[in-house]
Structure formats: C-alpha cells, structure tokens
C-alpha cells in the first residue's frame, strides 16, 4: 500500500514535470517569426560552362571601382561568391560562378567573362545571367570564348534609381581596372 501511494506521488510528479515542459516551456523561446531579412544581393551575377577541366572567370564592376573577380574577392559594390577551376578542387562536375551587389548605387555596371584556362578545349559557351534579386532577368544570353585568355563583355547596361535604364545595355568591351600589375 505504502509501495502503491509513492508510485501514485511520483507518477503524478511526473506527469507534473510533463506539464510544465509542454505548456511553459514553448512560451520561454518561442516560435521564430518570419525573418524580414532579403536574401544577399540586390543583383545578381551568374556564368555557367561545360564540364571538364575548363576555368572560367567572371568579372563584375560597377562605375570606376576595381573589377571583382578571383583576385579580387569583394569591392564596395560587388562581391564574389564562387570562384570555380573547373575539375581542380572540385568534387562534382559542375561549373559556375555567380556574384552579387550590395545595394544598386547609380552608375554603369558591367559584366566580362575571361577564359583564364581554356588552351585545348575552345570554343567555350558560357551561359550568362543577370538577375535582379526581385526576380526579374536584366539579360540572359551565351558568350562564346573562342581561345585562352579571351575576354569578352558579356553585358553593361546603367542603373538608375534601382532599375534598368531602357537602351542603355550593349556588350561593347570594357577593360577593367583590377588593380593587377
């Protein structure tokens, strides 16, 4: 009997303990609301080549600050986000590169792509995207590289209050300051 009333007093401690961690706990750390924050980038840059041992480059460069690329990483606008060299320290066949904006700031915005190592496997198609992060396409076409260490514009265009400034994209070359020597 005494055996059965401290089964009883510690199955209703339990069950109290139980209670507690269902109902009060959730209230001390509750659900996480929806964050507000945008995913990074307000403009977004992307190439995209066959498989193989092929390294590409993607520059990026808005107004006169120095180019973003593979030696340099990130600038005041632009930022790299991969650096890709084809099979080279890389486990899957896929290759890309993509870049992205903070902010959209005034000015000429210009997009290259560079075969950095293509000797043997030219022409190269990359497949060239320009994307605003609201989803909408500033240009979509392919580049052909046709031999090691071409460059080629891909597109520039201006911005101006956050959007596209009508007929103001060509892909008539720019060379870009990188800030090389």
């Known amino acids: 009997m005494i055996r059965t009333l401290i089964q009883d007093v510690l199955l209703a401690m339990l ?13 001390v750390n509750p659900a996480a609301k929806d964050d507000p924050a945008q ?15 092929i390294d590409v480059d993607l520059w990026v460069q808005q107004g006169d600050d120095l180019a973003v690329g593979y030696s340099n990483k990130s600038g005041r606008v ?16 896929l290759n890309y590169e993509s870049a992205f904006t903070r902010g959209l700031p005034d000015g000429e915005y210009a997009i290259n792509v560079r075969c950095f190592g293509c000797a043997g496997h030219v022409p190269v198609p990359v497949s060239v995207e320009v994307r605003l992060a609201e989803g909408g396409v500033v240009w979509r076409g392919t580049v052909d590289l046709l031999k090691d260490k071409q460059e080629r514009t891909a597109i520039r265009f201006r911005m101006a209050n956050g959007q596209v ?6 892909s008539v070359f720019k060379q870009m300051k990188r800030g090389e020597g």
């Open 39 to 53: 995913l990074p980038g307000n403009l977004v840059a992307s190439i995209a080549w066959p498989a193989g041992p």
């Open 78 to 93: 632009w930022s790299l986000l991969r650096d890709d060299l084809g099979t080279a320290n890389d486990d899957t066949p």
């Open 165 to 170: 400034v009508p007929g103001s994209a060509s």
């Open 15 to 27: 069950l109290g303990v139980a209670a507690v961690i269902m109902f009060i706990l959730p209230s």
